[in-house]
């Protein structure tokens, strides 16, 4: 059964940083891409940033370009978001998801809140 | 960027009713293009792919069609566990990118 299991969210102030985490477990993780798609409260998804299976790869929302930082470790099966210079706007739950090959999301993790703010 | 524009924001219906989804993109993203289901407190669904075809596990009630820029989801009887939110991708064009959602709820 494919698992993602994200965790790392929690409360930081503006200008800080946080790093969250994606276990998965279920499926070869080498495989697939991942990506983050985060939620606003009470707003649709917007998608963050992408990762190749080998991790060679990296993509990302204009939003976020140069402050996030998508990277994974296919030896224990995590991928991470690294975010730095946190902004208010920034406050969301964080999915990670599983991408069929240049395709579309197959499987979510069940998210973790981020939220910014003093 | 491509840009999805779902629509109505809103759409009420009945039990047993017929939804009818809307979605639409700014340029043609072929058939690259997903629908998801998401419920208050959880994580969206994969519902539809490739523009028309059911994900595992997705009973027939729904369809879809479309191709280009024009998208459609249809739930054909809706049932009390299909009043949700429901959100169109594509995956044609970096950067990937969501409509704005469609809320089915109870008339």
């Known amino acids: 059964e494919v698992q993602l299991l994200e965790s790392g969210g929690g409360l930081v102030q503006p200008g800080g940083s946080l790093r969250l985490s994606c276990a998965a477990s279920?499926?070869?993780?080498?495989?697939?891409?991942m990506s983050w798609v985060r939620q606003a409260p009470g707003k649709g998804l917007e998608w963050v940033s992408a990762?190749?299976?080998?991790?060679?790869?990296?993509y990302y929302a204009d939003s976020v370009e140069g402050r996030f930082t998508t990277s994974r470790d296919n030896s224990r099966n995590t991928l991470s978001l690294q975010m730095n210079s946190l902004r208010a706007e920034d406050t969301a739950v964080y999915y990670c998801?599983?991408?069929?090959?240049?395709?579309?999301?197959?499987?979510w993790g069940q998210g973790t809140l981020v939220t910014v703010s003093s | 960027e491509i840009v999805m524009t779902q629509s109505p924001a809103t759409l009420s219906v009945s039990p047993g009713e017929r939804a009818t989804l809307s979605c639409r993109a700014s340029?043609?993203?072929?058939?690259?293009l997903a629908w998801y289901q998401q419920k208050p407190g959880q994580a969206p669904r994969l519902l539809i792919y490739?523009?028309?075809t059911r994900a595992t596990g997705i009973p027939a009630r729904f369809s879809a069609s479309g191709s280009g820029t024009e998208f459609t989801l249809t739930i054909s009887s809706l049932q009390s566990e299909d009043f949700a939110v429901y959100y169109c991708?594509?995956?044609?064009?970096?950067?990937?990118?969501f409509g704005g959602g469609t809320k089915v709820e109870i008339k």
């Open positions: 998801a599983r991408r069929v090959p240049t395709a579309y999301f197959d499987y």
């Open positions: 279920g499926f070869t993780f080498t495989n697939y891409a």
């Open positions: 990762i190749s299976g080998s991790g060679g790869s990296t």
């Open positions: 340029q043609s993203v072929s058939s690259n």
């Open positions: 490739g523009a028309s």
């Open positions: 991708q594509q995956y044609n064009n970096w950067p990937l990118t």
